[in-house]
Nanobody
């Protein structure tokens, strides 16, 4: 199973960015997918997740600004990030869960290599 994240870059506060994660090697629709991030000097944290059927879940700090979606025909999951803040600066990781459902008690069993998002003030 391979998860290839892309779309990171350097943006200014208030800008938008869309991350993509292409998945290969598994039946895409059978698994929940998620995005996590790790800021410098901090632990990796949950950002958003989407179940195999499209139910979405967000960290409280991202609700209303970030949108996770999936294109099952393209085996790709997206993270649309709006109104970016300097605190959003982090390496963003795409992750795959063991089954079709998401729960905060579930831990991903597949990880992408991460894409760096830098938000300048």
């Amino acid at each position: 199973v391979q998860l290839q994240a892309s779309g990171g870059g350097l943006v200014q506060a208030g800008d938008s960015l869309r991350l993509s994660c292409a998945v290969s090697g598994r039946t895409f629709t059978s698994y929940a997918m998620g995005w996590f991030r790790q800021a410098p000097g901090k632990e990796r944290e949950f950002v958003a997740a989407i179940s195999g059927r499209g139910s979405t879940y967000y960290a409280d700090s991202e609700k209303g600004r970030f949108t996770i979606s999936r294109d099952n025909a393209q085996n790709t999951v997206y993270l649309q990030m709006n109104s970016l803040k300097p605190d959003d600066t982090a390496v963003y990781y795409c992750a795959g869960f063991p089954g079709p459902y998401y729960s905060s008690t579930y831990y991903p069993n597949y990880w992408g290599r991460g894409t760096l998002v830098t938000v300048s003030s």
